[in-house]
């Protein structure tokens, strides 16, 4: 079957909540308040597109390309972003929700989350180098083996890293998340 290709669209208030996207590529388009709760997004490709204020929760993600993707206040709770294609993986999130997402093996260097809920993420052998974390809420993340070279924490809140599992050479942090990086050490500080 043969794909069918969307380029330079505008796609508003569109409702795919539950559907199955088949052999569909968009380069180029927006989604302005769409919903695609549930829906089956797997083998689709998303190249150089943005999501504004659109609900993609739970949705499944078999092989779906997300190339240079920006996420802007989208609701995203507990997608599987490491069963994505990994060639050419390039997401960015501003104020939206990923609250048990999982990233687990994905290489996401220079990756942008701004004023993003990141609750019960999964970052678990992850390369994040260069990433920042601007304004982000990491209550419950996991980074475990975690690649954290240059990324920057300095005004990312509610974080357990612990820097015995994780690279986090010339990572950077403010003196307040200095406790999120001694939790896991049994250390105490007043």
Known sequence: MEKIIHEDRLFEKTTYSGAELKNQEFEKCTFKQCDFSNSNLSGVRFSDCIFVNCNLALAKLNNTGFRAVLFKECKLIGL??????????????????LDYASFMNKKMTQTKFSNTSLRD??????NLSNSEFNRTDLSGALFHKTQLKQADFTTAFNFIIDPSLNDLK???????GLPGLLASHDICIS
Request: hydrophobic share 40%; net charge negative; proline share 0%.
């Open 80 to 97: 599987n972003f490491f069963e994505c294609e990994h060639f050419l993986f390039h997401v960015g999130f501003e104020n939206s929700i």
């Open 121 to 126: 993420v999964n970052f678990t052998n992850c």
């Open 170 to 176: 010339k990572a950077k942090f403010s003196l307040q």
